[in-house]
């Protein structure tokens, strides 16, 4: 045990003092070591199997995806060279670049991509991609490089969901010779290979040498220039704050405002905008009485000033919102900025009054018997407790009482789905324009349209939309869509969060991906 | 003794059913299950059903508790439904490192509590005595995730002296083991000096006096023992505290004990997880609870004879 202990110090020491001294097999890596923080610890790296968060952190350094999505939402070549999409978009043929192996020296054919897909596609509801899976009926191997897929009808989302890392491609050979441990021996192509999980502590990467088979928009397509990727499990905000301000750790993702302010005062961290396809709403339970009557939704829209919220709340760390779907998602549009329900209390009291309400001498407001009043229902993360506050107080402004109910993520979605509650504020993280029907297409009520929500004009447009393989025209469904959407107020769209990577100097050449990730093939460093 | 070993072991099997009971029946009770948790807000409902019926979670409540007391009584305490890694290397794998934190802490407190607490008795009523308690009631009062915080700032970023959070070296041990030791510090340090002045003027000592023995000699061996006492019962039920994992301090320090197992395991509703290590909590304290007793008939045979 002590042997054990010295051995790792010892190590330790070598990798600090002499960055390089750890194996750097092969090629003309001039070495370094760069870790990142990570909040959550992945319970497995099996692409294919249970989503948790700190998974997707990892996944793309170890494994590769078929398509390539860029930071433009652009799907770019990556194992797949082209491809091709039949007539009636139901048939979609891969043309695989050849030469590529993975870790364990298999060689990534077509067979090999076809196990993986076929993977993925078994491994059902326990990954996230299972319903985007579930358009592709057959998966076939036509020779060592054409893939083909067949398609139960044509699907606009396709590249969306070959291109996220739980689609990566994994090594049948090695999974057939771990079987259930595959997800703490993972193999794939990617420019990293596992090379040590301490559980609890530390996840460490070393540099695939074979490599040479990049994203495109990467400069370097071959094996990276850093030796080591270390990945340091530390769950408190605060200390990776510190851990970062002490050079323990290179790269950190920060998500709270005043830790930004903190960060851009040091000059050996640079701080970086990431770019992330979410946004933050208030939601309306649509079938609850009073709620259900569209005046009400309406009213109290016109009750939330963005600008106070964004600024007290967040410290300014974030930008207004006034469509459903997230400015980088295809279907956005500046024109819908003219259908915002802006902040108007005079005309959510006007609003009120047409639904029927008569304002008493306290401020409120009743129609009947019933007062008008909320629970609006969060989840107790930062920084929603400080965003229902803020709610609370404006909605106090017109005379509508909020009471707050913050619950852990699980048991919130649990409630919402249930309907056990008024109004909720939630966010949303999805790389397609399809998010709006996930969230508020009718078909899903009950489960995913946690708002109650059903438009037969906008649950066309939508169904439409994802299945037209036109760009052009299926945004302006999107567009359509959007304007109907804001008119019925299910939602009133708050804020898009910008969220922001902290990287020491002494890193260069860190290349933003999608949806914040930090590639690392074109990573040099210098030291400390 | 071995009468009294095996009713203590009876007992002790009794509470350890009542505990994994009352661990599943709470879970249960929490809104949401393991599916929900995991297939996330953006599952069908078709995909939330398939993800239950692949998870068993389809199958009626006492079933399942009785499948896995079942799979418990053949040493088996199932897999977890996140991972699908068996619950034993999941805890065993932590066990490690809370065992080594709360055995760092307990030493620290020990040695460093008693030392001060016999300096402030041998100066009773001194300006010694009084500084040192006063430390001693600061280090029960301040809040461990503050005096963490205050930890990393000073001796990691400031002074550059020790890792800010991990595991794997002595260096990383230290700052976690005093944040969590600097209370346990102080109250065995007045325990120790309470204890001390109980028996200074007991007529044992004054006769150990009188035999012309040395101070120090009647100060180690005949009154330290009795002073012991209470620390030990503290220390020993302390112990248990420390091996159910510190949840503030292992967040703060990135440190792989089991407490963050366990919140991990609530928040995904992976039950198996949380009643495995609920299971090895519980067996630790209940060991300790009879360590500490064992330890008590040594040092005081009086009281051995009425205990066993």
Same mark, same amino acid.
């Given at each position: ?8 110090? *010892?190590?330790?020491? $070598? +990798?600090?003092?002499?960055? /390089?001294? #750890? &194996? ?5 890596g001039? !070495? ?97 991609l ?27 989302? *396709?590249?969306?969901? $070959? +291109?996220?890392?739980?689609? /990566?491609? #994994? &090594?049948p ?5 771990? !079987? ?5 021996k ?24 074979d ?11 071959a ?18 704050l ?12 920060v ?49 939330v000033?963005?600008?106070e ?6 410290? /300014? ?76 107080s ?47 297409g ?18 066309d ?12 025209a ?55 | ?86 619950v ?44 040192l ?37 002595p ?30 003027g ?14 120090r ?29 510190t ?17 991990q ?30 330890i ?13």
């Open positions: 045990m002590r042997v054990l202990r010295n051995l790792v110090l *010892l190590v330790l020491i $070598l +990798s600090v003092a002499g960055c /390089g001294a #750890v &194996s750097s097999s092969g090629g003309t001039n !070495g370094g070591v760069v870790t990142r923080a990570l909040t959550s610890e992945p319970a497995t790296l099996d692409p294919h199997g249970a989503a948790g968060s700190g998974q997707n952190v990892i996944l793309p350094y170890i494994f590769d995806t078929l398509v390539y999505r860029d930071t433009d939402n652009t799907y770019k070549p990556f194992l797949a060279e082209s491809w091709t999409v039949s007539e009636d978009g139901k048939t979609v043929t891969f043309k695989l670049r050849g030469g590529v192996t993975f870790h364990d020296g298999t060689a990534l054919d077509a067979e090999a991509v076809a196990f993986s897909l076929q993977r993925l596609k078994d491994a059902g509801a326990k990954s996230p299972a319903s985007g899976m579930a358009i592709i009926a057959g998966i076939e191997a036509v020779d060592r490089q054409t893939l083909r897929l067949t398609l139960t009808s044509p699907s606009a989302t *396709l590249f969306s969901t $070959l +291109s996220m890392p739980y689609a /990566g491609i #994994v &090594s050979t090695a999974v057939k010779q771990e !079987g259930d441990s595959f997800g703490q993972p193999v794939g192509s990617g420019p990293f290979k596992l090379h040590e999980w301490k559980p609890g502590v530390s996840i460490t990467l070393v540099r695939n040498a490599y040479k088979w990049g994203p495109p928009s990467v400069k370097n397509q094996a990276p220039h850093i030796a080591q990727a270390v990945f340091k499990v530390i769950p408190d905000a605060t200390t990776q510190t851990a970062l301000q002490a050079g323990d750790v290179d790269i950190a993702f998500n709270q405002p005043e830790q930004v302010q903190t960060l851009k005062q040091d000059k050996n961290i640079q701080v970086i905008e990431s770019p992330l396809n979410s946004l933050i709403y208030l939601g309306f339970n649509c079938q609850k009485p009073p709620f259900d009557d569209v005046r009400v939704r309406q009213a109290l829209s016109h009750a000033n963005k600008a919220l964004v600024q007290t709340a967040l410290g /300014g760390v974030g930008k207004e919102a006034f469509a459903p779907l997230s400015p980088t998602l295809p279907g956005f549009d500046p024109s819908l900025k003219s259908f915002e329900l802006s902040y108007d209390p005079a005309r959510a009291k006007s609003l009120l009054a047409e639904a029927g309400f008569t304002q008493a001498a306290d401020g409120t407001w009743t129609r009947g018997k019933d007062r008008l009043s909320g629970l609006l229902l969060t989840s107790s993360r930062a920084p929603n407790d400080a965003i229902a506050t803020i709610l609370q404006q909605f106090k402004a017109i005379g509508v009482p909020l009471e707050i109910r913050l619950l852990d993520s699980t048991a919130a979605m649990n409630a919402m789905s249930k309907g056990q509650y008024d109004l909720m504020v939630w966010r949303y993280d999805w790389n397609d324009a399809d998010v709006l029907n996930i969230y508020l009718s078909a899903n009520i009950g489960r995913t349209n946690r708002v109650f929500y059903s438009n037969k004009a906008v649950d447009l939508l169904n439409t939309a994802g299945r037209t393989m036109d760009d052009k299926r945004q302006q469904m999107y567009v359509d869509a959007q304007k109907q959407i804001m008119a019925d107020a299910p939602w009133q769209p708050l804020y898009v969060p910008i969220d922001y990577t902290a990287v020491r100097t002494r890193i260069q050449h860190a290349v933003m991906g999608p949806m914040g990730r930090v590639l690392l093939n074109d990573v040099t460093v210098t030291g400390k | 003794m071995i009468r009294y070993l095996l009713q203590r072991l009876a007992g002790g099997i009794m509470v350890l059913v009542a505990i994994s009971l009352v661990t599943f029946l709470l879970l249960e009770q929490a809104p949401g299950d393991a599916a929900e948790a995991l297939v996330g807000e953006s599952a069908s409902a078709a995909q939330l059903a398939a993800a239950r019926h692949q998870m068993g979670l389809d199958v009626p409540l006492l079933r399942r508790y009785a499948d896995f007391i079942a799979g418990i009584v053949q040493g088996d305490l199932g897999r977890s439904l996140v991972s699908g890694r068996p034993t290397t999941l805890v065993a794998e932590r066990f490690g490192a809370t065992l080594e934190l709360a055995l760092a802490t307990m030493v620290l407190s020990l040695v460093a509590g008693s030392a001060i607490g016999l300096l402030a008795a041998a100066h009773q009523g001194g300006y010694l005595d009084l500084l308690m006063s430390i001693a009631t600061l280090g029960i009062s301040l809040p461990t995730f503050w005096v963490a915080l205050l930890l990393i700032l000073t001796f990691s970023l400031r002074l550059g002296w020790l890792p800010v959070a991990g595991a794997g070296s260096a990383h041990l230290v700052l976690p083991a005093v944040s969590l030791a600097l209370p346990t510090i102080s109250v065995v340090a007045r325990l120790m000096r309470a204890g001390m002045l109980d028996v200074k007991a007529e044992y000592v004054r006769t150990a006096h009188s035999k012309g023995l040395s101070p000699h009647v100060w180690q061996v005949h009154m330290l023992r009795n002073g012991l006492n209470p620390v030990i019962t503290m220390l020993g039920l302390h112990l248990g505290h420390l091996l159910g994992g949840f503030i301090v292992e967040t703060i320090f990135g440190w792989p004990g089991l407490g963050r197992l366990v919140v395991s609530v928040f995904d509703r992976d039950y198996p997880v949380l009643i495995g290590a609920v299971l090895l909590i519980a067996v630790m304290y209940q060991i300790l609870n009879l360590a500490v007793d064992l008590h008939a040594i040092l005081d045979p009086r009281l051995g004879k009425e205990a066993l």
